[in-house]
């Protein structure tokens, strides 16, 4: 299948909840960049990610709607997650969550919340809603 995004907001914003998250002021401006992401033509995921403005201001002009966040942030600001930490949830979409993945309020979904570092520094935040029925979770284990 085909990934793409359609660009829901790309600007730069306060919210003292995420900046709390990225160990920055309150006050502090952010990126922000919210998608729609699609596999063909069937919506799978919103997201919303945000980067501390005075390190990733070069995405506001990114066409997002074929391109990878990480690649664009390597290319344009220089920098490039090397680690991170991802927490993944269950959840029932709400109304506002239904409309942007164009489902019935109350399906089954997955909720991911990111936060990237490079250096050693948190870089980005993101909260990603998943549908439940266009998403599987795999991992691997060994005895080791």
């Not at 664009?72 to 930490?85: A, M, V």
């Not at 109304?95 to 980005?124: N, Y």
């Amino acid at each position: 299948m085909r990934q793409h995004s359609e660009l829901i907001r790309c600007e730069i914003r306060v919210d003292a909840r995420i900046a709390d998250r990225l160990d920055l002021p309150g006050d502090a401006p952010l990126v922000n960049i919210e998608r729609r992401r699609f596999a063909d033509d069937y919506v799978f995921a919103v997201d919303s990610a945000w980067l501390p403005a005075d390190r990733a201001a070069g995405l506001l002009d990114v066409d997002f709607s074929n391109t990878a966040l990480y690649q664009e942030l390597t290319l344009r600001c220089g920098i490039t997650l090397d680690g991170g930490q991802e927490t993944l949830t269950a959840i029932t979409v709400t109304a506002e969550q239904a409309r942007v993945l164009d489902c019935p309020v109350g399906t089954a979904a997955f909720f991911i919340e990111r936060c990237g570092r490079a250096a050693g520094r948190p870089v980005e935040w993101r909260e990603t809603v998943v549908r439940g029925d266009r998403f599987a979770v795999t991992t691997s284990f060994s005895p080791r």
